[in-house]
């Protein structure tokens, strides 16, 4: 069956003084870009694109992609709202799990989504999750069998896949992923990534 991926792109952006993040460039590419021809590469099932603030911005980085585009217009809310959005969008589909990945997480591949998918098939758990480094937390990109669905609807507010992780880890299964733990939440954090970033291009995120 399918392996769908929900990409979350709907934030405001608002600690970046309001320029979109999902615009950034990173080699070239912008992160919204990136991150949907990572998706696409799998060929794995449908890739669902939740857009939200700055939508008429972003939506022409992904115009020549066969990618789903559906609109959150209640993203103020929160990342739960978008979680619902884009899983009402598969609603119709027979998919067998799902990938949630965020477009801010700039060393996110479409080889790192693969090993979510191989690390659940040989694991046999509900869940896989991204390892933050030794002592870091378990979080996205992940991937979520479809039974799980049902739980995101019930979150609100900013409470994403951490939460489920966190509340079914005797269901999940984990790979590192250092290099998630870059954070491009503010201008400061932006500069201290581009200025490492071609450093960091050359580790391995497996």
């Given amino acids: 069956m399918p392996i769908a991926t929900i990409i979350l792109a709907a934030g405001a952006s608002t600690r970046l003084g309001g320029q979109p993040k999902q615009l ?4 070239g590419t912008t992160l919204i870009r990136q991150i949907a021809d990572a998706a696409l590469l799998l060929q794995a099932g449908p890739v669902i694109v939740v857009l939200g603030a700055n939508q008429e911005q972003i939506q022409p980085e992904l115009t020549d992609l066969p990618v789903r585009i559906v609109l959150n217009s209640n993203w103020p809310e929160g990342m739960a709202s978008s979680l619902r959005v884009g899983l009402n969008t598969l609603a119709d589909e027979s998919v067998e799990s799902f990938l949630v990945v965020l477009t801010d997480q700039p060393y996110v591949t479409a080889d790192l989504l693969q090993q979510l998918i191989t690390t659940q098939q040989q694991a046999g758990r509900g869940i896989v999750a991204s390892r933050y ?3 870091g937390h378990l979080g996205v990109p992940a991937l979520f069998d479809i039974r799980y669905g049902s739980e995101f609807m019930n979150l609100s507010g900013d409470m994403g896949a951490r939460k489920l992780i966190k509340q079914y880890a005797g269901d999940c299964a984990e790979i590192p992923f250092p290099l998630a ?6 201008v400061q954090d932006v500069e201290a990534w581009r200025a490492g970033s071609s450093l960091q291009d050359t580790r391995s995120v497996e």
């Fill in 133 to 135: 480094g030794e002592a």
């Fill in 24 to 27: 950034l460039t990173h080699n």
């Fill in 181 to 186: 733990a870059i954070d491009l939440d503010t």
